[in-house]
Structures are given as C-alpha cells and as structure tokens.
C-alpha cells in the first residue's frame, strides 16, 4: 500500500491536472485512491505556483474527475443489472444485506441521499452503484454528484493549503499527510454527518404528514 500511495503521490507532483483528473475518478470508483492524498497535496502546490495550476482549476478538475468516475460507476451497474452486481460485488465488499438497504435508502432519500453521501468518506466512491441499480435518473443523479463531489473538494483544497502550508514537511510522508488531514477534518465530517441526520429526519417527518390518513 506504501508504494502505491507514493505512486499516486508522484502522479499528482508529475501530471499536475491530469494527475488529479485521473485519481479522482479512480477515487469515485471501487478502485481505494483517498482524496486526501489527491485535492490537498494539489491545491498545495498550486498555491506556491510550483506546476502552473491554479487552486481553482484544482477543484474543478477534482469534481470533473468525480462526476467522470461516479457517472461511470452508474452506467456500469445500470447495464450489468442487480442480477451481476449481487454476482461479483462481493469482491468490493458489496452483498446483497448492503445492496438492499443502499436500495432503500435511495429509493426514500433519493437526491438529497446522493448529494451527502459524495460528502462522506467510504460511501462517496460507492453509492453510484445502487443508484445504477435502482435507474435513479441520470439528472438528478449527475447534478447531486456534482453538487457533493465540487464542495468535498473545495474542502479538501483548504485544508490542503491550511493544514500543509502550515507544515510544509507533511509533503515529505505521504502517510503521515493523509493522517494529518484526516485528523484535522473530523469535525467537518461530523457536521456533515449531523446535517445529514437533520435532512433525513425532517425528510420522513413531512412523509409522514403527507401520508393520507388510514
């Protein structure tokens, strides 16, 4: 694991928008890339001008890269069907007691269920699969992704220039970057996730008022 978290490292330093387009949609697919270690580092060197980039184009290109790896992970799962997908999903962890209740969930939440989850790690990468499964519309689907995936981003660029331009030797350990970052979000995906609660909350609430009486 070492040596690829190097590797994706140098893609990011060598192919500067390209390295960033490209980890981002393996990172919005089954493929383990973590963003920290893709818009932080990025929006870092962008910041100093060391690779021409520019920390806006840092987040737009993190989002075009999410929205090209989510969209792809939609079409797939919605051509393979829920019949392959219970098949050989079980080599990314997926069985069918989590694929049913990812149905659910999108089949109550539906777009506001898509848009948290592009802001939550480990759900982000996996939730365009039961959104392919379910035939949630493309639309509503690639606007909630971007919508998620543009603000995760954005996020993660300013901690990439707060967290590593506060300690510029972080940039020397990619390990211990991604420690760094994560430690230091904590609390903006706990209010994510306290949000997220409230929306679901008063989401069934009013449901259940507009439920005509039995």
Not at 18 to 29: D, P, R, Y
Not at 184 to 197: D, K, R, S, T
Request: hydrophobic residues 50%.
């Amino acid at each position: 694991m070492h040596d690829l978290i190097v590797t994706w490292f140098e893609w990011v330093h060598d192919w500067h928008y390209w390295g960033v387009l490209l980890l981002m949609a393996m990172e919005s697919s089954i493929l383990p890339v973590p963003s920290e270690l893709v818009i932080p580092p990025a929006a870092y060197w962008a910041t100093r001008g060391d690779n021409g980039t520019t920390l806006v184009g840092v987040v737009l290109v993190g989002t075009a890269g999410s929205y090209l790896g989510a969209a792809i992970m939609y079409g797939l799962s919605r051509w393979l069907g829920r019949p392959l997908v219970l098949k050989y999903g079980r080599f990314v962890h997926i069985t069918p007691a989590k694929l049913e209740r990812a149905e659910r969930f999108l089949a109550r939440y539906e777009r506001g269920g898509v848009f948290f989850a592009r802001l939550l790690p480990v759900v982000r990468h996996l939730i365009g699969i039961p959104a392919g499964v379910v035939r949630m519309p493309f639309l509503s689907y690639s606007v909630m992704t971007i919508l998620g995936s543009g603000i995760w981003c954005a996020v993660l660029a300013w901690f990439g220039q707060k967290v590593l331009g506060g300690d510029p030797k972080l940039m020397e350990d990619p390990e211990a970057m991604s420690h760094a970052i994560k430690s230091n979000m904590i609390w903006i995906v706990g209010g994510i996730v306290v949000l997220a609660v409230l929306y679901f909350a008063m989401l069934r609430l009013t449901q259940k008022r507009e439920q005509p009486a039995a």
